[in-house]
């Protein structure tokens, strides 16, 4: 059976960033790329950060039951195929989902044994920095962008781990623990440094150190400063 990983965050957190770098370091892990309604950004290439369809075409993988989990995200589908998850068993892979919290949900349910992890900004002020720096959107989407991550960061509770993207190295090196420790765990080998690292990052370990972070979308939800 692989290891299924799925991660979660709010836009602007860093999870490409993050994502990208588990790329170049962990061996043996197949990303699920997911199928979407919306229109490719950027330099967007279809097959590559999706496969871009039309709703019809959508609709009718939903029928066919083509994927494992599926769910409307800002007014488009995004789901992620089944397929992936056969892929990464036959080639012996774990295999890692980038996705929303609804998605996270239906995983969870259908597979109890994935591992979830919620990724963080360090607070309010720095993912609108963050935000600003990619420059890739609008000041009316950025807003709306940080409205959503106040929304989107209430559900951190749903997840196994918690990882809050403050110092980009140690944060690489927090969620490739992660990784590796659960996959220790199936091997039966262990490597004390590299669990004991990865349980820093478990929701129970992390609560205190949320209060913060979450007061500070708080106060902003309620009108205040950052
Ligand atoms: P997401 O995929 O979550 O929307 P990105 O990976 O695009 O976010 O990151 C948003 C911006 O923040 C990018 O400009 C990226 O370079 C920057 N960034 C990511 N992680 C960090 C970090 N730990 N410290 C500072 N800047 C970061
Ligand atoms: P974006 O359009 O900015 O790339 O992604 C918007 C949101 O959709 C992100 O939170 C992303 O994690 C989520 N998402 C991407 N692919 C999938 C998917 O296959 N299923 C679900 N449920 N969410 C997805």
Redesign the pocket.
């Known amino acids: 059976m692989a290891n299924i990983f799925i991660i979660s965050?709010?836009?602007?957190?860093?999870?490409?960033?993050?994502?990208?770098a588990l790329r170049e370091t962990v061996s043996n892990l197949e990303f699920s790329i997911s199928y979407t309604t919306r229109r490719p950004r950027g330099t967007e290439q279809n097959g590559r950060e999706y496969y871009f369809v039309t709703r019809e075409e959508f609709e009718a993988m939903v029928r066919r039951q083509e994927f494992l989990e599926h769910a409307e995200v800002f007014g488009n589908y995004y789901g992620t195929a089944r397929r992936f998850l056969e892929s990464a068993e036959e080639k012996a892979y774990d295999l890692l989902l980038d996705i929303d919290v609804q998605g996270a949900e239906q995983i969870k349910r259908k597979l109890p044994a994935a591992q979830s992890i919620f990724?963080l900004?360090?607070n309010r002020g720095?993912l609108e920095?963050?935000?600003r720096?990619?420059?890739?959107d609008s000041e009316a989407v950025i807003q709306r962008r940080l409205e959503a991550a106040a929304r989107e960061i209430e559900n951190y509770w749903k997840y196994d781990y918690i990882l809050v993207?403050?110092?980009?190295p140690?944060?690489v090196k927090d969620l490739q623990a992660i990784l590796l420790a659960e996959r220790q765990k199936r091997q039966e080998q262990t490597d004390r440094n590299l669990i004991a690292r990865a349980e820093m990052c478990r929701l129970d370990r992390m609560r205190e150190k949320l209060h913060p972070i979450l007061e500070s979308f708080q106060r902003t939800a309620a009108g205040g400063g950052k």
């Open positions: 965050a709010p836009s602007g957190s860093g999870k490409s960033t993050l994502v990208r990724i900004p360090p720095e920095r963050r935000l720096e990619r420059s890739q993207n403050d110092r980009l140690k944060s």
